[in-house]
């Protein structure tokens, strides 16, 4: 299973930023898909995830801001990023938990760098 994000760059504090990643690879289904975000000096935090029944989770710094959504079609997930504050830079991760056969899996994308900065 392979995940690749696409997106990041850099953006001014305000402005606006989405992320797409996509899952591709050998898999029944996905049961969760989400983005994490790694800040230098910092663990690894959740920022988004949305289950295949479409049921959505956000961090608490982010709630109001950033929007998940899903395309089960395309095995994609996006996120809108709106209001974004020079706190909200780190490296971005994509993650999705895939069905094979019977067990699930965790898979992790290649991450991206969001910058905000004026």
């Known amino acids: 299973v392979q995940l690749q994000a696409f997106g990041g760059g850099l953006v001014q504090p305000g402005g606006s930023l989405r992320l797409s990643c996509a899952a591709s690879?050998?898999?029944?289904?996905?049961?969760?898909m989400g983005w994490y975000r790694q800040a230098p000096g910092k663990q690894r935090e959740l920022v988004a995830t949305?289950?295949?029944?479409?049921?959505?989770d956000y961090a608490d710094s982010v709630k109001g801001r950033f929007t998940i959504s899903g395309d089960n079609a395309k095995n994609t997930v996006y996120l809108q990023m709106n209001s974004l504050k020079p706190e909200d830079t780190a490296v971005y991760y994509c993650?999705?938990?895939?069905?094979?056969?019977?067990?699930?899996?965790?898979?992790w994308g290649q991450g991206t760098q969001v910058t905000v900065s004026s």
């Open positions: 993650s999705a938990r895939v069905l094979i056969t019977t067990a699930l899996y965790v898979y």
């Open positions: 690879g050998s898999f029944f289904s996905i049961n969760r």
């Open positions: 949305i289950s295949s029944d479409g049921t959505t």
